[in-house]
Nanobody, 119 residues
Framework: QVQLVESGGGSVRPGGSLRLSCTAS????????LAWACRPPGKESEWVSI?????????VYHDSVRGRFTISRDNARNTLYLEMNSLKPEDTAVYYC???????????WGQGTQVYVSS
């Protein structure tokens, strides 16, 4: 079965960095677009960044993270990454690895990893 397992979350001070990882199994990893989504406290989930299938040469970022976050994928390791720099308190959220089936349509979500940014 499809499994997406996130890791790397934690507590950091504003301006700090984190690297999230998502290890996938149960499907042909390189054949799917993937994304990171987040759910801030008390808010709905929203997408953060999307990377296309295969080479991962088409990437989209939400305006709120462009220039600070970097998404990447390693198809040989079935792993998706999110490098998060210059973190802000408003980045506090549970971050999810998701599989994309069509543009902004996601069918599988991981269990999430908590990111907490506070001084």
């Amino acid at each position: 079965q499809v499994q997406l397992v996130e890791s790397g979350g934690g507590s950091v001070r504003p301006g700090g960095s984190l690297r999230l990882s998502c290890t996938a199994s149960g499907f042909t990893f390189g054949s799917y677009g993937l994304a990171w989504a987040c759910r801030p406290p008390g808010k709905e989930s929203e997408w953060v960044s999307i990377i296309n299938a295969g080479a991962g040469d088409i990437i989209v970022y939400h305006d709120s993270v462009r220039g600070r976050f970097t998404i990447s994928r390693d198809n040989a390791r079935n792993t998706l990454y999110l490098e998060m720099n210059s973190l802000k308190p408003e980045d506090t959220a549970v971050y999810y690895c998701v599989r994309e089936v069509n543009w902004l349509t996601f069918d599988y979500w991981g269990q999430g990893t908590q990111v907490y940014v506070s001084s």
